[in-house]
Structures are given as C-alpha cells and as structure tokens.
C-alpha cells in the first residue's frame, strides 16, 4: 500500500508558527499561551513537498480566577 511520509509538521496560531515537529507522532505543548483569541491549524509538508494545512481551529483563552 502506498503511504506518504511527512518531512514535518508546523503547528501555527494564524500565520505564526508556533512549533514544528519532524517525528511521529507530530505534536507539541504551547506553554504560557497568551491570553485573548487564537486561530490554530497544522500544516504538513511530505517527503514530495505538497503541503497540507488543517482546517482552523478557534479557542480563547482567558485569565486564570
């Protein structure tokens, strides 16, 4: 069967990058995240160089009570 292999993974907070991971399983941990409004994807890039980018996801974070 064919499987694509991914060169890396960004992890982006709008256009930032936040993080980028070269190893599966592709993760990272934000630590101190700012507070207010974040639009977070992922964008993969394979061994071919396609690029992929997730659908974005919304979050808000708020101050600690």
Request: proline share 6%; hydrophobic share 35%.
């Amino acid at each position: 069967p064919y499987t694509t292999l991914f060169r890396s993974v960004e992890f982006l907070d709008r256009t930032t990058v936040l993080s980028q991971d070269t190893s599966a399983p592709y993760s990272f941990t934000w630590r101190n995240v700012p507070q207010g409004s974040h639009v977070l994807t992922a964008r993969a890039t394979d061994n071919a160089g396609a690029v992929a980018t997730s659908s974005q996801v919304g979050i808000t974070v708020r101050p600690k009570r």
